[in-house]
């Protein structure tokens, strides 16, 4: 899917946290300044947030704010056009990596941890979006772009070059981030240049390419896995992508040089000194931070390879791992209630119930995506016999039709200035319906239009669901919070597809190998079916051992897209409780924009 997140809003003033009060106020949140409550909110739509609170903005977003002013609508049409170019290719790229995974596990025989291999990355990058948020906000936008530009060809030359699958593991991790990182970091340009009433609409645009990109990806990576092999196409991707996001980095440090030179922003020399280190590492709230990725971890991880040891769950090492996971977990509640000098998480912000709620519905959109669809691109090939080419059209029919259809929904968010209406109406009650259509049709006895008919109800949902939470997000807020309150939005989605990347495994691990026991006749090689899908596509169709196979995923399918439903339910649930938050006519960003 697509990605976002930043910090002040509706409601009453704040006491600082205890510490709060000796931190470098010119480095932290305002999370305690004054706020406007979400009756006011309503009364005054038209009134300038920005420009009440903008002596108050940090160094980074000063500057965006003082490069928006001396660049003209063409230097905004070029930014734009480079944003557009940027998803389309990194959108080719996420769906040909998508396709090397499963081979990629495969070639080390662990083809059952192709979703185990997404957890940690999943995690990581959604906590490194909050210590990003600050180094936006603190440091500057292009700083930022360029180190998560350097994280992510970085992984891709760890994948090129891995020799087992921990290795590759380990390289998912920093490619996740930094995808997930310039995605982020694109979000918060477009809501730093845009107005609230266009907002939806030129999100929808910058993600637009995923409509085309899907059918150049799959010929791409089935001629690549047939051909030069996916440590060439990580190779590739290294190369090409530095290649498409360095130009608006570039363009970035060129209207900053103008607006510095004309004096609209005061020239910065950086601090290097212990004392300027110790000060990031408390704006960023790096030990907030580390425990609460620890714990989560720890917590996650063992879901998924408890399978993998001779006792399963009673391994005390697995024991030990969920109870020291929980323990952390309180640890670090307990150091941000009455420890952390600044919260990373703007727990005034999440108090505003249109901003929690929206980041819950987040969770459970994610968690549902992962849960039905960590295996549903094997289950293409094995079951129905599609090439990896059809596979990767199928399985990324999502991208197509989520991106068509906020570029819909997003002009008639931008016509009625309102967005609840689209979640609650038309993109929660479809995606119920596309992923309540599974639990019927994920059958080896279901012709392949049906599944092809539920993921494109479940397409046309999800991007204006994306959009609408966005918007959610951002519209109770100022520029200053735009970038930590879209942190805290990834977060939400990062670890709903995390958690449900946990229980996809944890449901195949404990089933599929028990529905092949059922369904396969006797002397057939489960260990070796079971972790490799070469081994399952090697058996021909038609074949006892196949139809066995197929129903053993059926089996296991059942009880994802079961539990992807009753999820779902949930999120619809917290739609209710938004408020339906007028945009049209509010001001949040100065300077040139769309």
């Excluded at 948020?133 to 360029?146: A, E, F, H, V």
């Excluded at 360095?246 to 601090?271: C, D, H, M, N, T």
């Excluded at 998924?304 to 697995?318: E, T, V, Y």
């Excluded at 100022?478 to 939400?492: G, K």
Aim: charge should be positive; hydrophobic fraction near 50%; glycine fraction near 8%.
């Amino acid at each position: 899917m697509l990605d976002k997140i930043k910090e002040v809003l509706p409601g009453t003033n704040k006491t600082p946290a205890p510490g709060l009060e000796k931190a470098d106020e010119k480095q932290i949140d305002s999370t305690v300044t004054q706020q406007t409550t979400s009756s006011d909110l309503e009364k005054n739509g038209d009134s300038s947030d920005a420009e009440i609170h903008k002596q108050e903005y940090q160094a980074g977003v000063q500057e965006i704010e003082a490069a928006l002013t001396v660049w003209t609508k063409w230097h905004l049409v070029a930014a734009y056009g480079m944003i557009w170019l940027i998803y389309f290719i990194t959108s080719i790229e996420e769906v040909v990596v998508r396709t090397f995974s499963p081979f990629v596990t495969s070639s080390f025989s662990s083809h059952s941890l192709t979703a185990t291999t997404s957890i940690m990355s999943s995690v990581i990058a959604g906590l490194t979006k909050l210590p990003l948020s600050k180094i936006l906000d603190i440091w500057g936008r292009p700083q930022g772009m360029s180190l998560m530009l350097l994280v992510w060809t970085l992984g891709f030359i760890m994948m090129a070059a891995c020799k087992n699958v921990f290795t590759y593991a380990a390289a998912q991790v920093f490619s996740t981030v930094g995808a997930q990182g310039i995605s982020y970091c694109l979000t918060v340009f477009i809501a730093d240049t845009s107005s609230l009433k266009n907002r939806g609409l030129m999100l929808a645009f910058a993600t637009s390419p995923y409509i085309v990109t899907t059918w150049i990806g799959g010929p791409m990576g089935d001629a690549l896995v047939r051909g030069a092999g996916w440590r060439w196409g990580f190779g590739i991707f290294s190369i090409i992508t530095p290649v498409v996001v360095l130009p608006l980095i570039i363009l970035f440090w060129v209207q900053l040089a103008r607006a510095k030179k004309q004096g609209l922003v005061s020239k910065r020399r950086p601090e290097i000194s212990a004392r300027a280190a110790g000060r990031v590492c408390i704006d960023m709230d790096l030990v907030g931070i580390i425990l609460l990725a620890a714990g989560m971890a720890l917590i996650l991880v063992p879901c998924s390879i408890a399978f993998r040891q001779k006792l399963g769950w009673k391994d005390p090492r697995m024991i030990a791992m969920v109870v020291v996971g929980a323990f952390l977990l309180c640890v670090f509640a307990a150091y941000e209630k009455f420890l952390a000098p600044v919260n990373f998480v703007p727990f005034s912000a999440l108090s505003d119930r249109t901003i929690f709620f929206a980041g819950l519905m987040m969770f459970f959109i994610f968690f549902n995506s992962a849960v039905w669809g960590s295996y549903f691109t094997s289950m293409l090939m094995v079951v129905w016999n599609q090439s990896v080419t059809k596979a990767t059209y199928i399985s990324n029919i999502y991208r197509v039709g989520s991106c068509f259809s906020a570029l819909i929904l997003g002009y008639f968010m931008r016509v009625t200035g309102r967005f609840k209406w689209v979640a609650l109406y038309f993109g929660m009650p479809l995606m119920i319906l596309g992923v309540g259509l599974m639990i019927h049709f994920r059958r080896p006895d279901a012709d392949i239009g049906y599944v092809v008919m539920t993921q494109i109800f479940v397409a046309f949902a999800g991007g204006p669901l994306v959009v609408s939470a966005e918007m959610a997000f951002m519209a109770p807020l100022t520029h200053q919070n735009l970038a930590s309150i879209l942190a805290i939005l990834d977060l939400f989605s990062s670890i709903g597809y995390a958690v449900g990347s946990t229980v996809s495994s944890a449901i195949w691990t404990g089933t599929f190998p028990d529905a092949l026991r059922k369904h396969l006749p006797p002397g057939a090689n489960i260990e070796f079916i079971y972790s490799s899908i070469y081994t399952q596509l090697g058996y021909p169709v038609g074949t006892e051992i196949r139809k066995g196979i197929s129903w053993a995923y059926a089996d296991s399918q059942r009880y994802m897209v079961i539990t992807s439903t009753c999820a779902l339910a949930v999120g619809w649930i917290c739609v209710l409780f938004w408020r339906d938050i007028k945009v049209k006519d509010r001001k949040q960003v100065g300077g040139n924009v769309a």
